[in-house]
Structure formats: structure tokens, C-alpha cells
């Protein structure tokens, strides 16, 4: 069984930064594919971007391109989401997931095991 621990979530004002963490239990993230996903009020859970197991980055460009990185730190067992430049439409409960594969990781159903959420508020 995987766990995954997630922080970093608050309350900011526009045009600024927040890091969020995901750290999963049981599991080593360099043998793993870890994603981010996002869900708005009112609206469908959103890919955000992933580090596949073997350290290639991928983004939904059109929502976070070029504002978000992920980064993954070993020695840490943990992922990173760092979020620059924050909107209002960034206001969301931010999740990260696990999964063994290495493509499709813009895809929910794919992932085995989810985070519990942080909430982020961007205020304007």
C-alpha cells in the first residue's frame, strides 16, 4: 500500500508562489511516475503536469505552461509542484498520484494510488 503525503497548499495573493510536496510512503518516487492533478470548484479534475520514473517532465501546457515545474528530489523521497506566477483560476485542491507507467501520464485513470488533496487559494 502507497501513501502519499501532500503540503505546501495556502492562501496567496496573485503573482505569487507557492511549492507544493508530495511525498510517498512505500514507495520510492525514482521508481515511480508521480502526477499532479487539480480540481476547481464546480469544475472536472484537471491534469496538471507529472515526472514519470524515468525524470521526463510533462505539462498541460495550456492551463500552467511555463508558470509550474516539478522537480524531483531523491535523497528526499519527494516531488515538488512549484507554482509561479499564481491566477485566480490556480484557486483548486491540488492532488498528486502515483502509477507504474511511464506514458499517458496526462490520463487520471491510469494512476494507482491517490494523495489526499491540498487546498490552494489565489486571491485577486
Known amino acids: 500500500q502507497v501513501q502519499l503525503v501532500e503540503s505546501g497548499g495556502g492562501l496567496v495573493q496573485a503573482g505569487a508562489s507557492l511549492r507544493l510536496s508530495c511525498a510517498p510512503s512505500g514507495r520510492t518516487v525514482s521508481g515511480v511516475s508521480v502526477g499532479w492533478f487539480r480540481r476547481a470548484p464546480g469544475k472536472e479534475r484537471e491534469f496538471v503536469g507529472a515526472?514519470?520514473?524515468?525524470?521526463?517532465?510533462?505539462y498541460n501546457a495550456r492551463s500552467v505552461g511555463g508558470r509550474f515545474t516539478i522537480s524531483r528530489e531523491d535523497a528526499k523521497n519527494t516531488v515538488y509542484l512549484q507554482m509561479n506566477s499564481l491566477k485566480s483560476e490556480d484557486t483548486a485542491v491540488y492532488y498528486c498520484?502515483?502509477?507504474?507507467?511511464?506514458?499517458?501520464?496526462?490520463?487520471?485513470?491510469?494512476?494507482?494510488?491517490w494523495g489526499q488533496g491540498t487546498q490552494v487559494t489565489v486571491s485577486s
Open positions: 515526472v514519470s520514473w524515468h525524470g521526463a517532465t510533462t
Open positions: 498520484a502515483v502509477t507504474t507507467r511511464g506514458t499517458g501520464l496526462d490520463k487520471p485513470w491510469w494512476y494507482d494510488y
